[in-house]
């Protein structure tokens, strides 16, 4: 059958319509639609249904780090407007250091400006309030990842989950002022430049410094008498690790210790040990 230029357009829009209503519930098959690398490249599509779909129906601020597309202005926005699709009741917010508002629609909105600018950064989270889900796919500069961190994880609701890709960054030593073939793109492309390391306890690296903050979730055993507990030993309430992808939970860490109390022996454990303070341990 041929068809002429109106029903064609006709025939696409009735497909960028149904389509996605058809796989609403399968963020596999939106990854895949819509051509994001979040499925068929990497393979973190399977991760965030298991953590996002309790949240698919619920009215949400997200925020995605990186919006794609390089240089290109008209180019990119494939996860957000999966993101949108998966959660028809939220409001989806990118950023990318190149001005992409050329991609913005209905339900999302995109600010231009580095995740290593830390005005910038508030003065986007002072404009959306405080977000239920944010996810760095931006530079994947090590430094990048622990500076947005630090700034943006404070801007998420209770209950709110922070996501992190591409932890291969880590990995990859910097070539200082080596480079790679012209062209090269993603993460070649930003070879020389991400401040990763073959050392694997280099503090420096976007997961060794998520490893560290896995203390935080435990911050009520330790025996460290007069311990004043940080931001994240009080809100960081469960990590999941996955290839290349990390989930932060936060919340309100205040469980009890269990032989502790504010850092420090209980008394009835003192008076089962007949001492009267830790020091008489000599630890």
Same mark, same amino acid.
């Given at each position: ?53 309790? $949240?698919?129906? %619920?009215? !949400? /601020?997200?925020?995605?780090? &990186? +919006? ?7 180019? =990119? ?97 910097? $070539?200082?002022? %080596?480079? !790679? /073939?012209?062209?090269?793109? &993603? +993460? ?7 401040? =990763? ?87």
């Amino acid at each position: 059958m041929n068809l002429n230029s109106n029903q064609k357009n006709f025939f696409k829009k009735l497909q960028r319509q149904v389509v996605p209503f058809v796989y609403r519930n399968n963020l596999m098959k939106l990854a895949t639609y819509y051509g994001t690398d979040k499925w068929n490249s990497h393979w973190y599509a399977q991760h965030y249904a298991r953590h996002f779909a309790p $949240l698919r129906l %619920k009215k !949400l /601020k997200i925020l995605e780090i &990186g +919006v794609g597309g390089y240089d290109d202005p008209k180019s =990119g926005g494939e996860s957000l407007r999966m993101w949108k699709s998966y959660f028809p009741n939220s409001m989806i917010y990118g950023i990318d250091v190149v001005d992409k508002t050329y991609l913005e629609e209905h339900r999302i909105k995109i600010f231009q400006g580095s995740q290593d600018d830390e005005d910038f950064l508030n003065k986007v989270v002072a404009e959306t309030g405080e977000l239920d889900i944010i996810i760095d796919d931006g530079s994947h500069v090590n430094e990048h990842v622990i500076k947005s961190f630090n700034i943006l994880f404070p801007a998420l609701k209770d209950s709110g989950i922070y996501a992190v890709e591409d932890t291969l960054t880590s990995y990859i030593p910097n $070539l200082e002022e %080596k480079r !790679l /073939k012209a062209g090269s793109r &993603g +993460v070649l492309e930003n070879w020389p430049r991400v401040g =990763g390391s073959l050392e694997l306890n280099a503090p420096k690296t976007t997961m060794n410094f998520f490893k560290k903050l896995v203390d935080c979730l435990n911050y009520q055993e330790i025996l460290r008498p007069g311990y004043s507990p940080s931001y994240f030993d009080q809100h960081i309430v469960a990590m999941h690790f996955y290839h290349n992808l990390i989930f932060i939970y936060k919340g309100n860490n205040d469980e009890d210790g269990y032989y502790l109390e504010n850092n420090t022996i209980k008394p009835y454990l003192l008076n089962y040990l007949s001492i009267k303070s830790v020091e008489e341990l000599g630890i």
